[in-house]
C-alpha cells in the first residue's frame, strides 16, 4: 500500500495537518474542520494510499513557508503540489491559484473566468473540497456582498488571513486614485471609493466619471461608507 506522509502543526491560525505523496504536496488543511473525513478519504482513494505519521522534506518545507506566510515575510509559496479531484474541482482550484496575494474575488468572478456563469455553486462547493489551503488560496473568496463567506478554519481565521495580506500589500491613496475608473475588479471590495460631492460610493472598477482627486475618500469596507451617509451607486452596485 502507498503512504501519505503526513504532520500535524500548530499554528496562530489553528491546528493543521500536512501531507505529501511522491514528494508533492497533497494536504495542507485544518485538522478539525468539518470535511475533514471527506477530504482525507478522497486523497486515501484517489492515492491508493493509507496515512502514516512521518515527516520528510517537503513536509519541513512547507512548515518554513507557512510560518514565513503568517509573519508577512511571504507572498507565493514554491511547494511543488499534487492535487485529487475531479476535472471541475481541479479548473477550480487552478482559476483560485490566479487569485493573487492581496486580492480578493467571488465565486461568481470565478464562474465567470471558467466560461460557466451558471456554476456558482458547484465552484463554491468546489472551493470547500480543497485539500491545501493557502497554497490554493480559498481563503481569498467573498461573497458577491462583500461579506466573508464559510471557511474550513472558520470565518475569524479567514479574516486574520485576509488581515495579513491587506496589512503586507496596502496601496497609498495615489496608488488607489489612479486605479479608479480602469474598470479591473482586481481591487473591487479591498477599498471602496466615496464621493464627497455626490454622496455615491463606489467599487473600483466603477465604469461612472472619475472623480476629482480632492472629492475622493476612501474606505475600507462599504459598511464604514453607509456608516457616513454615503449611498450606494447605481451603475457598479456595490
Known sequence: MNQIHIQYYKT????????SFENKLCLLDYRYR?????????????????FIEKDDDILKKTRI????????????FNIP?????????????????????????????LAKKMDNEKA????????????IGLIIPCHRIIGSDGE????????????????????NSILT?????????????????KFITAVKTTGIFCLPSCSAKKPNKENVIFYNTKKEALKNEFRACKVCKP
Open 12 to 19: 496562530k491560525i489553528g491546528d493543521l495537518i500536512l501531507g
Open 34 to 50: 468539518r470535511m475533514r473525513k471527506t477530504v482525507d478519504n478522497r486523497l486515501k482513494k484517489g492515492f491508493d494510499a493509507d
Open 65 to 76: 513557508q507557512i510560518n514565513e506566510f503568517l509573519i508577512g515575510k511571504r507572498k507565493d
Open 81 to 109: 503540489i499534487l492535487t485529487i479531484g475531479t476535472d471541475f474541482q481541479r479548473s477550480v482550484w487552478n482559476a483560485l491559484m490566479e487569485v493573487k496575494y492581496g486580492e480578493i474575488a467571488t465565486y461568481l468572478d
Open 120 to 131: 456558482v455553486r458547484a465552484v463554491a462547493s468546489a472551493n470547500g473540497a480543497n485539500a
Open 148 to 167: 466573508l463567506v464559510g471557511y474550513g478554519g472558520g470565518l475569524p481565521i479567514k479574516k486574520k488571513l485576509l488581515k495579513i495580506e491587506k496589512e
Open 173 to 189: 491613496d495615489e496608488e488607489k486614485y489612479e486605479f479608479i475608473g480602469s474598470k479591473n475588479t482586481k481591487y473591487d471590495y
